[in-house]
């Protein structure tokens, strides 16, 4: 089935720098990538999502790359700010016996020094 | 347009005892999931429902652990008999009919359930 790993688990930057994240995934047949940022006792909150068809998209301060062939993709985040300070999870969406589901990462834990 | 509504969103149970957790997904999202956190980890797989259908069921313990989905009202994961290892936060995700080519998820605030 399909793995997702993730780091690193836990990215100190200090305000005004980038930050990236970065995965890999195993089944080659995973087709969309969400991420997920997930605030101290908050469910987990969609903030960008790759599919397959491109290798990159943009929103704003955040970006998200993928590289299919060698299936990874990462997540930039520039011009931190001490509230991105939170848990970052990526996942990749696969297809099983009939069934959809996400296989999320680890989770990185990403603080922003003011 | 409110979000996914998960209920209570903290419970105390003693080992032994019954969890039952809610979950009402987005208005028009016909499918739910179910995921378990424990502290400092990630997301795990649960259970993947429609209405009145359990599509997978994979991620979920054989024993103590029911979920179902009706054709009116919330969905429910219960736990019955609750040991310690039980305590986690449980997080349940909306989606519109899933597509082969993606499945936008989106969640609710968790249930933090304690067995002590």
């Known amino acids: 089935g399909e793995n997702v790993e993730q780091h690193p688990s836990t990215l100190s930057v200090q305000e005004g720098d980038s930050a990236v994240i970065k995965c890999t995934y195993s089944?080659?047949?995973?087709?969309?990538f969400p991420w997920y940022k997930q605030e101290l006792g908050k469910g987990p909150q969609l903030i960008i999502d790759i599919r397959s068809n491109v290798g990159e998209k943009k929103d704003q301060r955040i970006a998200v790359t993928l590289n299919k062939t060698a299936k990874h993709f990462s997540l930039h985040i520039t011009e931190t700010q001490p509230e991105d300070s939170a848990v970052y999870f990526c996942a990749a969406f696969t297809v099983m016996d009939s069934s959809y589901k996400l296989i999320f990462g680890s989770g990185t834990r990403l603080l922003v020094r003011p | 347009n409110a979000g996914v509504m998960q209920n209570p969103r903290h419970l105390v149970r003693r080992r032994g005892q019954e969890a039952r957790l809610r979950c009402s997904p987005m208005?028009?999202?016909?499918?739910v999931y179910w995921y378990r956190q424990l502290p400092e980890e990630g997301l795990k797989f649960m259970v993947y429902?429609?209405?009145?259908?359990?599509?997978?069921e994979s991620g979920m313990p054989k024993e103590r652990f029911s979920a179902e989905f009706p054709k009116e009202g919330p969905s429910i994961l219960r736990i019955q008999q609750v040991v310690r290892g039980d305590s986690a936060a449980y997080f349940c995700a909306s989606s519109p009919p899933a597509r082969s080519s993606y499945n936008e998820q989106f969640f609710g605030p968790g249930t933090r359930l304690t067995v002590l």
């Open positions: 089944d080659s047949a995973s087709n969309y």
């Open positions: 208005k028009g999202h016909s499918h």
């Open positions: 429902l429609q209405k009145e259908n359990i599509i997978d």
